[in-house]
């Protein structure tokens, strides 16, 4: 599996892909692909209708601690359930994105800020509850940051950036 790296505002930051009809690897994680490019390859079409996109930077917050206190077996199904977690919360036209080991996104096509503000909270809540693996129960949290096309970027990389500086403000 190759992780491919692109520039988001001078620090670079593997970014892996998968749409929820895509195929999952054993860890239960997508494929991988380039983060922009796919959401690039949205934006004409929002930018002929006018129709608005949202992109999500979800961090997980827990999964390095998981990895160190009970091995990377227990991390890696950890992060299958946030998968599935995010899966089951997102609509089919939905795209979600695996940014890295805790680093997840979402682009959110034909809704606007406010709806995204409903997606955060839930996603918020639903990834909060505790996951139980092996007989453990491990609790994780996330930080949601949302950039909306074209108010924060008129590119994938910007929007992307903008979203994980937006996650990266949630404390």
Known sequence: MTDHVIQLNAAQVPLRHSTLADG???????????????IDRHLP?????????????????????????????????????????LKRRLRASDLIVCVGTAE?????????????????????????????IGGLEIALSA?????????AGSTGVALAAAALENASVKR
């Open 24 to 38: 999952v690897s054993p860890d239960g994680l997508p494929p991988t692909t380039p983060f922009g490019p796919v």
């Open 45 to 85: 079409a929002c930018r002929r209708s006018g129709a608005p996109l949202v992109v999500l930077a979800i961090v997980i917050e827990g999964l390095e601690a998981a990895a160190q206190g009970h091995g990377e077996a227990v991390a890696n199904q950890l992060r299958g359930a946030v998968w599935s977690r």
């Open 143 to 151: 930080r949601i940051g949302a950039a909306v096309f074209p108010q």
């Open 104 to 132: 997840f996104g979402a682009i959110l096509l034909n809704v606007g800020a406010p709806v995204a503000a409903i997606v955060d909270a839930r996603l918020s809540t639903a990834l909060a509850q505790t996951y139980g």
